[in-house]
Structure formats: structure tokens, C-alpha cells
């Protein structure tokens, strides 16, 4: 690991966060390739702390009127705020249950090729329904909304399949605006990178604090820089660069335009795949893996 990958993963995690195109999946697939392994599931979540501070920056409005709902002074703030909350129930219940799975699936590149598959056509159904379909504003959002995007977004984050991807599009298929939709998407994006970064960060920074080795399944590579210089880099690249990336979606989704990023999953997809199965020579070497 040396400084400019760390500038490099953090910016391939803030631009990829936020556009439907899976941030787990390009990083899985940069630290392979760059690295010939996977970073620690750890550091890959506290590179979401960046996208994290990007989202509040950008929805500092909404925050606040939620803030303000909550204090029972906006009654639409308090409503959206309900539905956010709502929709963390089923996130959690689901990401919890397919933890396990989801941390060996990072030795498999070939599983995050299928997801992009699937966010793919996800994307592209999304994009036709809202063409045709009057749906409703981020008003309209009820609790049945609420915990579809949850759910699938406790099953799919992880997988390769796009967070945000996947959110908007249930909430496309739930009958929602497509700018409705996108917006629940990137608040719903707030506690739920928070909670994950609090959950796997949390366990790679006590180690750095108190300046011990890092043991385990977080020892970054051999050679690597300062794992707590590596991590800010990270952390403030995807700040900065999920910060435009937000921007760049939030005008894509005021009218349907969601089909060049389902085209670029689908190419992304296939080479995923092959690199995750037949590979240059035969095989991939993945966490010292050799898949066939």
C-alpha cells in the first residue's frame, strides 16, 4: 500500500459510492489488481466514513429538517425522518444475517460480477418504469417504501450489488419519483454508513490509537505506508471526490438517465466475471486463493 493507491482506492470509493455502480465491487477489484489481495474489510468501511462526511455536506439542508421534525417543529422533516429509521430496521436485520457471507464473498471476484449483472438490469427496469409511470414526491414515502428499501439494501450492500443502485430502483418499482427515490437513497445512505463504519472501523482504529500491530484480517500488505496515513488519505479523497459524485447523480436523476450506468455494470459485470474465473493464465489469485 503505498500513498498514491490509498489516494487512488479513496477515490474510486467516493466516486463509486454514490453512482449506481457499487463501490464494494471497483474497490474488491482496484485492491486485487493493485495490491493482488483485498484490503481489511475495516479499512474498506472507514473509506465509507469519507463518503459519509460527503453526504452530510451536501444534505445539510434535509438534515437539518429532520433535526427539526424530530424537535416537533417540521412535521414533513419528522415524517421523513420516521420512514429513514424505519427503513434501517430491515437493513440491519438483513446485513447482519449475511455478514458472513458477504466477507467471503470478497475472495471471489466472479460474485460481484453477477451483482453487477443484476444492478444492471435493476437500473434499466428503473429507468423504463420511471419513463412511463407519474410516481410519487419524497412526501409521498410510506412505511411499506420504507422497508423494501431497507431490505434490499441489508441484502445487496456488500454483494457487488450498488448500494444506491439498488435502493433507487425499489423505490422506482415502489412507485416513487425517480428524484424522490434518489433522494431517500442518499439519506437512507447516512446511518447506514455510519453504523457500518462504527461496527468494522471502529475496530482497525483502537488498534492505531493505541499504536499496536494489527493482527489478523487486518494486517494491511507487506511494504504498506503508515495504516493511519493510509486511512486519512483514504478517508479525505473520498470525501472530496463523493462530494461531485453526488452531485453528478443527484442532475442524472432529475429525468431518467439511468441507462449508461446499467450498460457500464453490464460491461463491468462480464469482465468481473472472467477475471474471477478464467483469468489472463487460467486462474485468479485472490487473498491467495486460486479460483479455476
Request: with cysteine.
Given at each position: 500500500?503505498?500513498?498514491?493507491?490509498?489516494?487512488?482506492?479513496?477515490?474510486i470509493?467516493?466516486?463509486?459510492?454514490?453512482?449506481?455502480?457499487?463501490?464494494?465491487?471497483?474497490?474488491?477489484?482496484?485492491?486485487?489488481?493493485?495490491?493482488?489481495?483485498?484490503?481489511?474489510?475495516a479499512?474498506?468501511?472507514?473509506?465509507?466514513?469519507?463518503?459519509?462526511?460527503?453526504?452530510v455536506?451536501?444534505?445539510?439542508?434535509?438534515?437539518?429538517?429532520?433535526?427539526?421534525?424530530?424537535?416537533?417543529?417540521?412535521?414533513?422533516?419528522?415524517?421523513?425522518?420516521?420512514?429513514?429509521?424505519?427503513?434501517?430496521?430491515?437493513?440491519?436485520?438483513?446485513g447482519?444475517?449475511?455478514?458472513?457471507?458477504?466477507?467471503?464473498?470478497?475472495?471471489?471476484?466472479?460474485?460481484?460480477?453477477?451483482?453487477?449483472?443484476?444492478?444492471?438490469?435493476?437500473?434499466?427496469?428503473?429507468?423504463?418504469?420511471?419513463?412511463?409511470?407519474?410516481?410519487?414526491?419524497?412526501?409521498g414515502?410510506?412505511?411499506?417504501?420504507?422497508?423494501?428499501?431497507?431490505?434490499?439494501?441489508?441484502?445487496?450492500?456488500?454483494?457487488g450489488?450498488?448500494?444506491?443502485?439498488?435502493?433507487?430502483?425499489?423505490?422506482?418499482?415502489?412507485?416513487?419519483?425517480?428524484?424522490?427515490?434518489?433522494?431517500?437513497?442518499?439519506?437512507?445512505?447516512?446511518?447506514?454508513?455510519?453504523?457500518?463504519?462504527?461496527?468494522?472501523g471502529?475496530?482497525?482504529?483502537?488498534?492505531?490509537?493505541?499504536?499496536?500491530?494489527?493482527?489478523?484480517?487486518?494486517?494491511?500488505?507487506?511494504?504498506?505506508?503508515?495504516?493511519?496515513?493510509?486511512?486519512?488519505?483514504?478517508?479525505?479523497?473520498?470525501?472530496i471526490?463523493?462530494?461531485?459524485?453526488?452531485?453528478?447523480?443527484?442532475?442524472?436523476?432529475?429525468?431518467?438517465?439511468?441507462?449508461?450506468?446499467?450498460?457500464?455494470?453490464?460491461?463491468?459485470?462480464?469482465?468481473?466475471?472472467?477475471?474471477?474465473?478464467?483469468?489472463?493464465?487460467?486462474?485468479i489469485?485472490?487473498?491467495?486463493?486460486?479460483?479455476?
Amino acid at each position: 500500500m503505498t500513498f498514491l493507491i490509498a489516494v487512488l482506492l479513496g477515490l474510486i470509493q467516493g466516486i463509486t459510492e454514490f453512482l449506481p455502480v457499487s463501490s464494494t465491487a471497483h474497490l474488491t477489484l482496484a485492491e486485487n489488481l493493485l495490491l493482488h489481495r483485498s484490503m481489511p474489510l475495516a479499512f474498506d468501511v472507514l473509506l465509507h466514513v469519507g463518503t459519509l462526511l460527503a453526504l452530510v455536506v451536501y444534505f445539510r439542508g434535509e438534515i437539518m429538517r429532520m433535526l427539526r421534525g424530530l424537535a416537533g417543529q417540521d412535521a414533513e422533516g419528522r415524517t421523513l425522518a420516521k420512514w429513514i429509521l424505519v427503513a434501517m430496521v430491515p437493513t440491519v436485520v438483513f446485513g447482519f444475517a449475511t455478514s458472513h457471507v458477504k466477507e467471503a464473498a470478497k475472495a471471489h471476484l466472479w460474485v460481484y460480477g453477477v451483482c453487477l449483472l443484476l444492478t444492471a438490469g435493476l437500473l434499466y427496469a428503473a429507468n423504463e418504469q420511471s419513463r412511463t409511470r407519474e410516481g410519487r414526491d419524497l412526501e409521498g414515502v410510506g412505511p411499506l417504501d420504507a422497508l423494501a428499501i431497507g431490505a434490499i439494501q441489508g441484502l445487496g450492500g456488500g454483494f457487488g450489488l450498488s448500494r444506491s443502485g439498488s435502493t433507487i430502483a425499489m423505490g422506482v418499482f415502489r412507485g416513487l419519483k425517480l428524484p424522490a427515490a434518489t433522494r431517500f437513497s442518499f439519506l437512507l445512505g447516512m446511518p447506514t454508513i455510519l453504523g457500518a463504519a462504527v461496527l468494522e472501523g471502529t475496530k482497525l482504529l483502537k488498534t492505531l490509537l493505541r499504536h499496536k500491530p494489527l493482527e489478523g484480517d487486518m494486517v494491511f500488505p507487506a511494504g504498506s505506508i503508515s495504516p493511519t496515513v493510509a486511512c486519512i488519505v483514504g478517508v479525505a479523497v473520498a470525501a472530496i471526490s463523493g462530494y461531485f459524485a453526488i452531485g453528478l447523480l443527484d442532475r442524472f436523476t432529475r429525468k431518467p438517465k439511468l441507462n449508461p450506468f446499467a450498460f457500464y455494470c453490464l460491461c463491468a459485470g462480464i469482465v468481473m466475471i472472467v477475471l474471477g474465473t478464467v483469468g489472463a493464465k487460467g486462474f485468479i489469485y485472490v487473498q491467495g486463493v486460486s479460483l479455476p
